[in-house]
């Protein structure tokens, strides 16, 4: 039996008096600049609209990459046949060769991915501006899962809408779609939650027509996670096509098969997942998103008539467990082989190169891996302001009416100074000299501590403190009037 979950919003009952105070507050609050931002192209790049990110649980890179001859823990080689479809996006893509993971089983290498953090844990995925999907929702993008692995509550959380199965299981899955209640009005998200909850009530019919644990089913069940991701991706280019975001799919029967099926058993799970994975890469490609393969962790063997593991030694010590693929395919990123070592939390920064969104992970000890040409900067001024990119002595752009920018298209061999001059012309004029070799974010904030007490007149902090005064004042009253009925 499949159980499918569909977890509500929950909506609150609000007296009339709440709701003209809500109301009040609204109003009053759209007095305060949204907090969108001004994107300025340095040099014309092509851009992405979205990405798709495939997380293939427990696919070790030696298994599909052709440079390499995977081993049992006893040394001896293990045949692998040729992923023919694998091989392909690994050819006419940019293919990092080797990324190892400092850490490796599912919950540490999903955090890794999406904060940067190589010692990262799901309490490390909760942290304010900790991870890719904090900084893509900061520029107005949104995040979509579909995750049959890797859906720790911390993860989840990060989602404006997500299904996932909660038992991680293919003979009983327990599949739940949930959203944020933060985008309850939101109809794009709306409309994909219906769609993912579409997909989980036919996941049911699909796995009967298999028997347990056989290939079929497991087969089966990573196909069903392919194919919802094809029709999110198919309905954001027709309905909301400037509207960017993150799809992220894990993929978990690789890694089920490692484990319970024996080396055989995982073998033909990537052969099934080779077939499986092209629908999905040609609607990323029709629809300019950008596609992105690789893994959590790998899986070794201890001969080729053995059930396979990667969390305890001496697993975690091969090859076979700490190196994942990294295949990138996206519309400013040239086909190119790296051969250089990275680290999982290398990946982190890099995806967000990769949309063209500036490096602002807050616990990221990683490094950007150089894919592209060029680079992206962020600006964040402390108030609406002008700000001019220099270089060479030389004014190359600048924009205004803003205190949150993005410049697209950086030489990442130049070096520019960046000039931000806020509105108020009591306020001091910011400069940073900058080497664009990677993505990087720059905040000008000023010194409080010498401001001008004239500064806390500005209408943004006189609403400010209105705000939070009348939120106090009603809250207060609602409180006493509750108090009072009981």
Partial sequence: MVSLLIAPIKNRKSSSCYLLFVLFIYCLCSAIPATAYTEVMVNSVPTPSGMVLVIVDGLG??????????????????????????????????????????????????????????????DTVGMPMGTIYDVAHDYDCLAFGIMEKGDSSSICDEHDVIVHDTSNSMNNPGIVVESSSSVSSNNICMNIREIMQEQALQLPAQLQESKQASQERYDTYDRWALT??????????????????????????????????????????????????????????????????????GMSFTSSDSKGGHQSDPYSGMDESQMIPFIVHAPDVPVKLLNEEYGQQDIASTLLSIMNLPNGLKKSDGIQIPLKEHTTLGVRGPSTGTIELWT??????????????????????????????????????????????????VVFSMDTSASDPADYWKPRYIIGALVIILINIVGLLYIKRILKEQ
């Fill in 392 to 441: 060479e002595g030389e004014l190359i752009q600048h924009a205004s009416n803003d205190d949150n920018y993005i410049f697209i298209g950086l030489d990442r061999q130049k070096k520019y100074t960046v000039k931000y001059i806020p509105d108020d012309t009591k306020s001091e004029i910011f400069q940073k000299e900058i080497e664009a070799g990677s993505d990087q974010l």
């Fill in 61 to 122: 890179a030696p298994y599909i990459y052709q440079e390499y001859t995977p081993h049992s823990l006893d040394g001896s080689s293990l045949k692998v046949p040729y992923f023919h479809n694998l091989s392909v996006l690994s050819e006419s893509g940019t293919k990092v060769s080797m990324i190892r993971v400092p850490q490796t089983y599912t919950e540490a290498g999903h955090s890794v991915l999406v904060t940067g953090n190589s010692q990262a844990l799901s």
């Fill in 228 to 297: 919802t991701a094809s029709q999110v991706v198919e309905y954001m280019a027709a309905e909301a096509p400037e509207q960017k975001y993150i799809l992220t799919v894990n993929v978990g029967a690789v890694d089920a098969a490692g484990h319970y099926r024996k080396y055989d058993g995982y073998i033909g799970t990537i052969q099934g997942l080779d077939r499986d994975i092209v629908p999905l890469f040609q609607t990323c490609t029709e629809h300019n998103i950008a596609f992105v393969f690789t893994a959590d962790h």
